[in-house]
T-cell receptor
Framework: SQQGEEDPQALSIQEGENATMNCSYK?????LQWYRQNSGRGLVHLIL?????REKHSGRLRVTLDTSKKSSSLLITASRAADTASYFC????????????FGQGTTLQVKP | GAVVSQHPSRVICKSGTSVKIECRSL??????MFWYRQFPKKSLMLMAT?????????EQGVEKDKFLINHASLTLSTLTVTSAHPEDSSFYIC???????????FGSGTQLSVL
């Protein structure tokens, strides 16, 4: 079952602006990951944040995690047209099954 | 990063035929592989988890006789859609995880169209 809910479902911004996507989940987790998918392609891992971390950075990406609210956000700063893609959060659940359950995704369009 | 190769990228077949999709980890040993299905503009739905040398574990609602998964080696898993029907048309994506890794590496997906 899909436990992640993301909002917004779609986001359209101008190049240079920041894009923020949110993800909520229902069960306890060991970690939360963000992935990117270009249309008709597989997913690419962006960043992983552990349940005992609150914030993590990687280049123009900033991820926050609030386990009390069971939510995470992905911020892309100074967006580029090449950032246009769908972004998914994924949670592993605390049962250490190794399975990742993906959210519904946010489709980001960055206009040049 | 690690590379996962998935073939074919696109297949069109007649109703009633079987289709095999291959997923290979090219530069690492994939102890676990996952098969997902994705409908247009939707999220990924986990179909099954396969561990090398053992039977796949299917998610609730996924017919194991319909979607045959074989993980015969540490670098290869296959998904066979048996007696495909138009409702099986979808985008199928495999992913692989190495031992001790928390990240998944994805294949580029297979678009299956059943006529």
């Amino acid at each position: 079952s899909q436990q992640g809910e993301e909002d917004p479902q779609a986001l359209s911004i101008q190049e240079g602006e920041n894009a923020t996507m949110n993800c909520s989940y229902k069960t306890s987790i060991n970690n939360l990951q963000w992935y990117r998918q270009n249309s008709g392609r597989g997913l690419v891992h962006l960043i992983l944040i552990r349940s005992n971390e609150r914030e993590k950075h990687s280049g123009r990406l900033r991820v926050t995690l609030d386990t009390s609210k069971k939510s995470s956000s992905l911020l892309i700063t100074a967006s580029r047209a090449a950032d246009t893609a769908s972004y998914f959060c994924a949670t592993d659940g605390s049962g250490n099954t190794g399975k990742l359950i993906f959210g519904q995704g946010t489709t980001l369009q960055v206009k040049p | 990063g690690a590379v996962v190769s998935q073939h074919p990228s696109r297949v069109i077949c007649k109703s009633g035929t079987s289709v095999k999709i291959e997923c290979r980890s090219l530069d690492f040993q994939a102890t676990t592989m996952f098969w997902y299905r994705q409908f247009p503009k939707k999220s990924l739905m986990l179909m099954a988890t396969s561990n090398e040398g053992s039977k796949a574990t299917y998610e609730q609602g996924v017919e194991k006789d319909k979607f045959l998964i074989n993980h015969a080696s540490l670098t290869l898993s296959t998904l066979t859609v048996t007696s495909a029907h138009p409702e099986d048309s979808s985008f199928y994506i495999c992913s692989a995880r190495g031992q001790g890794s928390e990240k998944l590496f994805f294949g580029s997906g297979t678009q299956l169209s059943v006529l």
